[in-house]
C-alpha cells in the first residue's frame, strides 16, 4: 500500500525507493505519529467529518498498531515508505477500510511537521535532564575545595592564583545558559502545524486549538505555508545542542590537560580512563578526547541543516527529510556523551598538593602592584615598579617574594615591612571577595547561587 499512486501507470524504481524511503530512521517518531492521529481522529470526530464511532475504531486500531511497535512486533513491509505510510498501512489492516478515513485533510507535510515537533520537545526535555545531573556533578566536585589553591591561566599563561572549586564552578554557569537555551527553544516549538493540510491550510472545520490542547502544543500556526517547512526549531535544538558540546570540550580540554603527568592536578578514575596496548604507564583521557571530538559533529549536524535550509522555496520541499538524522544523531551523541563526563566529575580526585606546587611567585606580582595602589601611587605606575621587582628577582635568580624590602625600596620608597603580606597565595585569593570572585566567602556565595538556580529555573 502507498499513500499516493493513483495517477501513476508504474510502480516506483526500487532504486529511488532506496534514495528516498526515511522508515529507516523515522520509524524512531513512531509514538508521537500516532500520538497525533489519535489527537487528529477526535478532531474529525469533533468537526462531523466522520462519527463518533469510526473515529473510535480508529483510535482503539491506533493504539494496536502502537502496542505492536512498542512490543517489537510492529512487521515492516516493502511500501512502507515512512512512518505515516507505515502505521496508515497496518492501521487499515486491522480496522478495515475505516482506517481510511484517518487522513482526510492531512497531509504528510503537516503530519512529520507534528511529528517532528512532538519528538523535539521530548528531546530537548532528556538533555535538559542530562545536563542538569552534570551541573549537580560539578556542585559536588567543587564544594570540598573551595580552598584549594591552584595556578589560573589566561592564554595558557600561569596568570594569578585561584581555588579549585572556583575553575570547576565556572563551566556550571555554561551549562546553566545552555538550559535556559533548551527551554526557550521548547517555546518556539511547542507550536502546532497540524490542520494546515499540505500547504493551504485544511477544508474541514477542523478545531485546532482543541488539537493543541490535546498535544499539548501551546500555540497554533499561524500561516498554512510557513507550519509546513518551518524548521527553525530544529535549528535552534541544534545550536543549543552545539553549544553545550561546545562546552563540554572546553571542560574535556581542561581535564585532559590537567591529568597530564607535566600538571598532575587532577586524577581520572581508573574506569573513566583507558591504557595503552602498546606502553604500560599510560592512562589515557578518552573519555574528554571523544568529548571534544563528538562537539566537531555537533556542529556539523547544525551546519548540515542549515545548508539544507536555506535555498528552498516556500512551503514543503522534500529536502526538508534531511532534517531528522542530524537531530536523531545530535541527541543520540549528547545522550551518549553527557553521562560519561557527569560520572568522570563524580570520581574526579584533585590533588591539591600538586596544583599547590604549581603555583609560581611572579603569580603575585599584580598584588605587588595592588599594594602599591593602596600607598597611593597610580596603578599604571604600580604595574612597572612591579614589573621591576619581577625583573630584579630574575637577575638575582630568586624568587619574587625573596626580594628583601631593601631590594623593594629601591624600586619604590613606598615599599615597607608591610609587603610581607602580600606574598601569600592565600591572602591574594581572599582579597578577591567582590561577588564572583576566586575568593573562598565568593566561592561560597556563588555555589549557594548555584544551588538556588537548580531549585528555581533547573
Ligand atoms: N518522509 C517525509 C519527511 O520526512 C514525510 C513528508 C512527505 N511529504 C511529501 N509530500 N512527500 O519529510
Given at each position: 500500500?502507498?499513500?499516493?499512486?493513483?495517477?501513476?501507470?508504474?510502480?516506483?524504481?526500487?532504486?529511488?525507493?532506496?534514495?528516498?524511503?526515511?522508515?529507516?530512521?523515522?520509524?524512531?517518531?513512531?509514538?508521537?505519529?500516532?500520538?497525533?492521529?489519535?489527537?487528529?481522529?477526535?478532531?474529525?470526530?469533533?468537526?462531523?467529518?466522520?462519527?463518533?464511532?469510526?473515529?473510535?475504531?480508529?483510535?482503539?486500531?491506533?493504539?494496536?498498531?502502537?502496542?505492536?511497535?512498542?512490543?517489537?512486533?510492529?512487521?515492516?513491509?516493502?511500501?512502507?515508505?515512512?512512518?505515516?505510510?507505515?502505521?496508515?498501512?497496518?492501521?487499515?489492516?486491522?480496522?478495515?477500510?475505516?482506517?481510511?478515513?484517518?487522513?482526510?485533510?492531512?497531509?504528510?507535510?503537516?503530519?512529520?511537521?507534528?511529528?517532528?515537533?512532538?519528538?523535539?520537545?521530548?528531546?530537548?526535555?532528556?538533555?535538559?535532564?542530562?545536563?542538569?545531573?552534570?551541573?549537580?556533578?560539578?556542585?559536588?566536585a567543587?564544594?570540598?575545595h573551595?580552598?584549594t589553591l591552584m595556578p589560573g591561566y589566561?592564554?595558557?599563561?600561569p596568570?594569578?592564583?585561584i581555588t579549585a572549586?572556583?575553575w570547576l564552578?565556572?563551566?556550571?554557569?555554561?551549562?546553566?545558559?545552555?538550559?535556559?537555551?533548551?527551554?526557550?527553544?521548547?517555546?518556539?516549538?511547542?507550536?502546532?502545524?497540524?490542520?494546515?493540510?499540505?500547504?493551504?491550510?485544511?477544508?474541514?472545520?477542523?478545531?485546532?486549538?482543541?488539537?493543541?490542547?490535546?498535544?499539548?502544543?501551546?500555540?497554533?500556526?499561524?500561516?498554512?505555508?510557513?507550519?509546513?517547512?518551518?524548521?527553525?526549531?530544529?535549528?535552534?535544538?541544534?545550536?543549543?545542542?552545539?553549544?553545550?558540546?561546545?562546552?563540554?570540550?572546553?571542560?574535556?580540554?581542561d581535564l585532559i590537560l590537567y591529568s597530564n603527568p607535566a600538571f598532575g592536578y587532577i586524577t581520572l578514575?581508573?574506569?573513566?580512563?583507558?591504557?595503552?596496548?602498546?606502553?604500560?604507564?599510560?592512562?589515557?583521557p578518552?573519555?574528554?578526547?571523544?568529548?571534544?571530538?563528538?562537539?566537531?559533529?555537533?556542529?556539523?549536524?547544525?551546519?548540515?541543516?542549515?545548508?539544507?535550509?536555506?535555498?528552498?522555496?516556500?512551503?514543503?520541499?522534500?529536502?526538508?527529510?534531511?532534517?531528522?538524522?542530524?537531530?536523531?544523531?545530535?541527541?543520540?551523541?549528547?545522550?551518549?556523551?553527557?553521562?560519561?563526563?557527569?560520572?568522570?566529575?563524580?570520581?574526579l580526585k584533585l590533588n591539591p598538593d600538586r596544583m599547590r606546587a604549581a603555583l609560581?611567585?611572579?603569580?603575585?606580582?599584580?598584588?605587588?602592584?595592588?599594594?602599591?595602589?593602596?600607598?597611593?601611587?597610580?596603578?599604571?605606575?604600580?604595574?612597572?615598579?612591579?614589573?621591576?621587582?619581577?625583573?630584579?628577582?630574575?637577575?638575582?635568580?630568586?624568587?619574587?617574594?625573596?626580594?628583601?624590602?631593601?631590594?623593594?625600596?629601591?624600586?619604590?620608597?613606598?615599599?615597607?615591612?608591610?609587603?610581607?603580606?602580600?606574598?601569600?597565595?592565600?591572602?591574594?585569593?581572599?582579597?578577591?571577595?567582590?561577588?564572583?570572585?576566586?575568593?573562598?566567602?565568593?566561592?561560597?556565595?556563588?555555589?549557594?547561587?548555584?544551588?538556588?538556580?537548580?531549585?528555581?529555573?533547573?
Amino acid at each position: 500500500m502507498s499513500l499516493w499512486g493513483g495517477a501513476f501507470n508504474e510502480p516506483s524504481d526500487a532504486d529511488l525507493r532506496a534514495l528516498q524511503d526515511s522508515i529507516g530512521f523515522d520509524k524512531r517518531m513512531y509514538a508521537v505519529d500516532i500520538e497525533g492521529s489519535v489527537a487528529y481522529a477526535a478532531a474529525l470526530s469533533l468537526a462531523g467529518v466522520i462519527t463518533d464511532e469510526e473515529a473510535a475504531q480508529i483510535i482503539n486500531g491506533l493504539e494496536a498498531v502502537k502496542a505492536e511497535f512498542d512490543e517489537g512486533r510492529f512487521q515492516l513491509q516493502v511500501g512502507d515508505e515512512d512512518i505515516h505510510t507505515a502505521v496508515e498501512r497496518r492501521l487499515t489492516e486491522l480496522v478495515g477500510a475505516v482506517g481510511g478515513k484517518l487522513h482526510t485533510g492531512r497531509s504528510r507535510n503537516d503530519q512529520v511537521a507534528t511529528d517532528l515537533r512532538l519528538w523535539t520537545i521530548d528531546a530537548l526535555h532528556q538533555i535538559d535532564s542530562l545536563v542538569g545531573a552534570l551541573q549537580e556533578a560539578l556542585i559536588a566536585a567543587s564544594e570540598p575545595h573551595v580552598e584549594t589553591l591552584m595556578p589560573g591561566y589566561t592564554h595558557l599563561q600561569p596568570a594569578q592564583p585561584i581555588t579549585a572549586a572556583h575553575w570547576l564552578m565556572s563551566f556550571f554557569w555554561m551549562f546553566a545558559r545552555d538550559r535556559a537555551r533548551l527551554s526557550d527553544t521548547q517555546s518556539r516549538t511547542e507550536v502546532l502545524p497540524l490542520g494546515s493540510g499540505a500547504l493551504a491550510g485544511s477544508p474541514f472545520a477542523i478545531n485546532r486549538e482543541f488539537l493543541a490542547g490535546q498535544l499539548g502544543f501551546e500555540f497554533v500556526s499561524e500561516n498554512s505555508l510557513d507550519a509546513v517547512s518551518d524548521r527553525d526549531y530544529v535549528a535552534e535544538a541544534l545550536f543549543a545542542f552545539s553549544l553545550i558540546g561546545v562546552h563540554l570540550s572546553r571542560l574535556a580540554e581542561d581535564l585532559i590537560l590537567y591529568s597530564n603527568p607535566a600538571f598532575g592536578y587532577i586524577t581520572l578514575n581508573d574506569r573513566y580512563s583507558t591504557g595503552s596496548s602498546l606502553m604500560p604507564q599510560k592512562r589515557n583521557p578518552d573519555p574528554m578526547e571523544l568529548a571534544r571530538g563528538k562537539a566537531g559533529r555537533l556542529i556539523g549536524n547544525l551546519t548540515g541543516l542549515l545548508t539544507t535550509l536555506k535555498g528552498l522555496p516556500t512551503s514543503y520541499n522534500k529536502d526538508l527529510q534531511e532534517d531528522k538524522e542530524p537531530l536523531f544523531d545530535a541527541v543520540d551523541t549528547l545522550t551518549l556523551i553527557l553521562p560519561v563526563i557527569t560520572a568522570v566529575l563524580r570520581t574526579l580526585k584533585l590533588n591539591p598538593d600538586r596544583m599547590r606546587a604549581a603555583l609560581d611567585e611572579s603569580m603575585l606580582a599584580t598584588d605587588l602592584a595592588d599594594y602599591l595602589v593602596s600607598k597611593g601611587i597610580p596603578f599604571r605606575e604600580a604595574h612597572h615598579i612591579s614589573g621591576r621587582a619581577v625583573r630584579l628577582a630574575s637577575e638575582k635568580g630568586v624568587t619574587l617574594t625573596r626580594l628583601s624590602v631593601d631590594d623593594l625600596h629601591s624600586l619604590s620608597d613606598r615599599f615597607g615591612h608591610d609587603v610581607e603580606a602580600v606574598f601569600d597565595f592565600a591572602a591574594s585569593v581572599a582579597r578577591r571577595r567582590a561577588q564572583g570572585g576566586t575568593a573562598p566567602d565568593a566561592v561560597r556565595e556563588q555555589i549557594a547561587r548555584a544551588r538556588d538556580w537548580l531549585a528555581n529555573e533547573g
